[in-house]
């Protein structure tokens, strides 16, 4: 009587431990989902999405790889050496990304220092130290799109393991649909931005006008670059003329004290300015 009780007390802690597992990856899924739900600027979603798997591995660095043509090019990259890796690019089918990518086949390394699958050329090449790594691709109709790698533990002393990588798998096809999405959306907005583009060019080419010409940029220009205001100035032999607002048939400086000093100081501006904070 004394072991089934104990044998039951057993499977019955099992039960328990088994049931807050899943309650916990059902939150960490969730979410998940309501972090990437968030945006459809591309490099934003693929930041989200990589910060929260790094967040949820307890890991030190990743990157987000998306195939374009024949290549995949890191888009996004979180750790000691993120600067060196945005904008890589490795061939598909080529070292452990490229190769995750083709195989449309998730690749750990517990333990790069007894793995002939890692060559270290990107450690030597960024002077950091990879001790264990995930990397899984993102799937999107049984497409290879891209892959994303998870690079070391926090606790130096720890390696990933299998339940780590399918943990991370189950992310990342949480995110494909969404990365699909916002890629389409980039295509569009691109395609959006070439057009007006194409009606700048169209105004400029056929309009003999130059206050009708600026006008029209100050204006249209703003489909591809939000913005509260614009202005352009035209150089005569001494100063700087304005002679455009967005929003404004007929330039008031008088009756506007932010553009009488926007004004003011045209002629002072001797190279780009870029100012993110005017209250600061």
């Not at 799937?139 to 533990?153: E, M, P, S, T, V």
Request: charged share 30%; net charge negative; proline share 2%.
């Amino acid at each position: 009587v004394l072991g089934e009780n104990a044998a039951s007390a057993i499977v019955n802690a099992r039960t328990f431990e088994a049931e807050k597992v899943a309650r916990e990856r059902i939150q960490v899924f969730n979410d998940f989902n309501k972090a990437q739900s968030t945006t459809l600027e591309l490099d934003k979603l693929l930041d989200i999405i990589l910060k929260k798997a790094i967040g949820i591995l307890d890991a030190v660095a990743g990157s987000v790889w998306i195939k374009e043509g024949a290549d995949l090019v890191c888009k996004v990259a979180a750790g000691p050496t993120a600067g060196k890796l945005v904008g890589a690019k490795v061939g598909v089918g080529s070292g452990i990304v490229g190769s995750v990518v083709s195989k449309k086949a998730p690749i750990i390394v517990e333990d790069t220092e007894k793995s002939d699958l890692f060559s270290g050329k990107v450690d030597d090449a960024t002077g950091f130290k990879t001790k264990s790594l995930i990397t899984v691709p993102l799937l999107h109709q049984d497409d290879g799109i891209g892959a994303i790698q998870i690079i070391n533990k926090k606790d130096g002393d720890d390696r990933f393991t299998k339940q780590d990588m399918e943990l991370l798998s189950s992310l990342a096809g949480l995110s494909t649909s969404a990365i699909k999405n916002a890629t389409l959306f980039e295509v569009e907005r691109k395609a959006k931005d070439l057009h007006t583009l194409l009606e700048i060019s169209k105004e400029v080419s056929s309009n003999l006008d130059i206050d009708s010409v600026l006008l029209t940029v100050v204006n249209l220009t703003n489909q591809l670059v939000p913005y509260e205001r614009a202005a352009m100035f035209v150089k005569d032999e001494k100063e700087f003329i304005l002679k455009a607002v967005s929003g404004m048939a007929k330039i008031d400086t008088s009756a506007d004290p932010a553009l009488k000093a926007l004004d003011n100081a045209a002629d002072v501006i001797e190279k780009d300015l870029y100012i993110p904070d005017a209250e600061k």
